[in-house]
């Protein structure tokens, strides 16, 4: 039974009420749950008993009383990140726990797939505003602590544990307080949403701006470690705004905290690169001057990458002079010079002023508009080493960004080197990963992994040889993955996952490259074509084959392959 008829048959709703929903959803993309509720109609609570109803499970429309309890030792264990991504609450009806959940999505799904110990939980419903009820009685931190000294301790947390974000997340009961790690994300607290609204306002103080509702803003701040002795850290915030249906009338936002100032320089090996990568990345050493441009989304370690790589440049003794949004490293060699970006000086002119210096080597932050291009392509063409990022999905877009930025393609064809695209990725650990058959992944897994096959073997299939250690009997003979294993391994810590590694793919333009794409320049505009010369003549590897090469060796589980690959 669809939704309307079960309420029109529950006495919820009327038939004209019905008709006027329906009308506002073919001319809209939102659910009719969701335009009945906003419409004033029905309630959250008739949604809930609807799907359940629908799905044949139980709804409970409260969540602690006499007959049932929420387990808080059993939500504890299962961590507030799972349960809210959801979200859900386990409690206990008669000794027999349920989640409960105001919808099963893909997610719940997918989770209780690979999750043998999920299996043993019955499915609830519940509202949404239950279920976020029930997590504050369990979660909410409620100290003696002011909101400036949590803000405070959660940034020297970051920093202690060198974690590139701190975010502070809302949803509609609560705030949090959440570290970027090398696997996945780590809540550091939990707070009410006063609490919450109180640390973003002290964070625009800091930055010295004024909130205006709906407008989201960049900004900085100087943060001064009581931990690290007093050393200064530049703090980059980007404030999004943000609406709820509980606080139409207020300005709400949420915060990012990019921290930079703590980072080391290491050598390729120790940041995690293979040999034959690091080989190809030493490369930028012998080239005196061309483009070698790196692309990724942020906190994908292209600047921690570039960074090496200038490292073992300066042992040129060339001039290097770098600008950057802000400085993330700072230098010790002599012959750096690293500047700074600000509102009153942007790339183009630093690049300007770059120039007029004549560095052997330039690192330009990010290209990010025509201007900036043009100069970088004009210092690379006159005898510079120019190195920067670009914001594209893959190495070989890099093409059609430049050319929506208006630059000749054959000129910047002429001056490249290298083009890399760049992610971070968690490893399986070794010690307590299991095996299962593909045909046990929820569907849209199997299907999706079907796809890739077919196009993973047809990729393959029109080079000289398969990529890596993959041979074709493999890829052909592929039917079980690797997922993550349980929680009380010592190895891991019970997180099923090991150190964070950078996954690369390297463009290298070199001699024959460029002496088979000068025949048709026409290959410059056809990412395909292009990855397959590159593949014959250069030893290219995608993010894709990599990626689709360590599931099959089971060192990724689904869920990091289809990141990896995308």
């Known amino acids: 039974m669809k939704i309307g008829e079960y309420l029109m048959s529950k006495g919820k709703l009327t038939d004209m009420q019905l008709k006027d929903a329906l009308f506002v959803q073919s001319i809209s993309e939102k659910r009719l749950g969701e335009i009945l509720i906003e419409s004033g109609y029905i309630t959250d609570s008739d949604v809930a008993a609807y799907l359940a109803y629908d ?24 961590g507030f990140s799972f349960l809210y991504e959801i979200p859900a609450v386990v409690i206990r009806k008669e000794d027999i726990p349920y989640i409960i959940c105001s919808e099963i999505t893909a997610s719940l799904s997918e989770k209780m797939a690979f999750d043998e110990n999920l299996k043993k939980f019955k499915i609830g419903f519940s509202t949404k505003r239950k279920i976020y009820e029930a997590l504050n009685q369990i979660f909410i931190n409620k100290t003696g602590f002011s909101e400036k000294e949590i803000l405070d301790e959660a940034i020297e947390v970051a ?16 705030y949090m307080i959440v570290m970027d790690t090398e696997i996945g994300q780590e809540n550091i607290r939990i707070l009410s949403l006063e609490a919450g609204r109180r640390i973003i306002n002290i964070i625009a103080g800091n930055c010295q701006i004024t909130l205006k509702k709906g407008q989201g803003l960049d900004a900085k701040f100087i943060f001064i470690s009581k931990f690290y002795k ?19 009338e207020l300005a709400l936002f949420e915060a990012v905290l990019r921290i930079h100032g703590l980072n080391k320089v290491f050598d390729f090996k120790s940041i995690g690169f293979m040999d034959d990568k690091v080989e190809l990345l030493k490369k930028s050493y012998i080239h005196p001057h061309g483009l070698i441009i790196s692309t990724g989304p942020t906190g994908s370690g292209k600047t921690t990458t570039f960074y090496t790589m200038l490292k073992l440049l300066s042992q040129k003794k060339s001039s290097i002079i770098t600008i950057e949004d802000p400085v993330e490293i700072e230098f010790k060699e002599s012959n750096i010079t690293q500047m700074n970006i600000s509102e009153d000086f942007g790339y183009s002119e630093a690049v300007r002023i770059m120039l007029r210096s004549e560095p052997g080597i330039m690192m330009i932050g990010e290209i990010r508009d025509d201007i900036t291009a043009k100069h970088a392509l004009i210092a690379a063409e006159t005898g510079h080493l120019v190195l920067s990022t670009l914001h594209t999905n893959s190495s070989l877009s890099i093409f059609s960004r430049f050319k929506s930025l208006n630059i000749d393609l054959v000129q910047l064809f002429s001056v490249l080197r290298f083009v890399t695209a760049q ?22 897994y199997r299907y999706a992994l079907a796809e890739n096959l077919k196009f993973t073997v047809g990729m393959l299939s029109k080079t000289n040889t398969y990529c890596g250690f993959v041979s074709s009997e493999e890829v052909l003979s592929f039917d079980s993955v690797y997922v993550r294993g349980e929680k009380n391994c010592d190895n891991c810590g019970g997180v099923g996952y090991v150190k964070r590694k950078p996954l690369i793919e390297i463009a290298e333009f070199n001699d024959a490259v460029k002496e088979e794409i000068y025949g048709n320049l026409m290959l410059l505009s056809n990412p395909s074509s292009l990855e397959e010369i590159l593949m014959n003549l250069s030893n290219f590897e995608s993010l894709k084959v990599q990626s689709f090469n360590k599931l099959i060796k089971g060192e990724i589980d689904p869920v990091t392959y289809f990141n990896l690959s995308k």
Do not use: H, W
């Open 55 to 78: 799905s044949g499970r139980e709804f409970f429309k409260e969540l602690n009383t006499t007959s049932l309890y929420i387990d808080k030792q059993k939500n504890e264990e299962l």
């Open 230 to 248: 007093g050393v200064r850290v530049n703090i980059r915030v980007a404030f999004l705004p943000i609406s709820s249906r509980l606080d139409k």
């Open 423 to 444: 992610r971070l990725y968690n490893p399986l650990c070794p010690d307590c990963k299991k095996r299962i058959k593909s045909g046990k992944l929820p569907s849209i």
């Open 159 to 174: 920093l202690l544990k060198g974690s590139p974000n701190l975010r502070i997340k809302r949803s509609e009961n609560f």
